[in-house]
């Protein structure tokens, strides 16, 4: 995994068919996607439960770009290695989830993954402050997690601020939560480079239509990129 700052679109099989997701994830991936993003949710940390590390290592075999695995669990360390065993290129923890988050993205360096930091709505960017050296990728979730197809809430003061902080190290800006072709252009020029998209990349298509996704996924990419058709 090289480091660059050109935008990324990684759709989250959390809109895919839940039947299907080999397919999914391959018809995704032949239209377009950079990163594949699984959102691993406990009904605990969030409301909703989705898939743990035995659904996500299955996955495994089926993604040939990155797997960015978002965590939505509390609390994280006792499975992080059920996850680097899984197969997660990138591995990102809420700040939220546990007193411990420099220790925990320590641990998830040290299982040989890239760490992520996520950030709900409602902490500051200022929470990441001491962790910057410790992180590859900062999430700044747009909606409150726990479900797709949810309202954009902005986040660009914040965006702006993430960017400054990061300066020159090769940290990811990520963004989840109700991107689509009408808000990435506003994350895009605050300084993200990785747009989380469900609900817009899935919306329409199938594994039977998969040229849909890929129209999804240009107009999204288009939009961040300032290009206007
Ligand atoms: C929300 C998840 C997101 C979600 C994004 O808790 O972390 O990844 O799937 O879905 P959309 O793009 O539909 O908002
Ligand atoms: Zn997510």
Redesign the pocket.
Known sequence: MSFDRSIKIAP?I??ADFANFGQEIQAIESQGADWV?I?V?DGHF?PNLTFGPMAVKAFRPHVKTVMDV?L?IAPVDPYIDAYADAGADVLTAHIEAGPHIHRTLQAIRAAGMKAGVALNPGTPAEAVAQLLDLTDLICV?T?N??????KFIDMTSKIRSLRSMIGDRPVHIEI????DPSTAPLVAEAGADVL?????VFKGGSVNDPDVYGANIRNIRDAANGVWA
């Open positions: 989250s959390l809109s993003h959102d949710m969030v978002h939505m979730m909606v997690p726990g479900f797709g197809g949810q989840d939560g109700g991107v989380v998209a469900g609900s817009a």
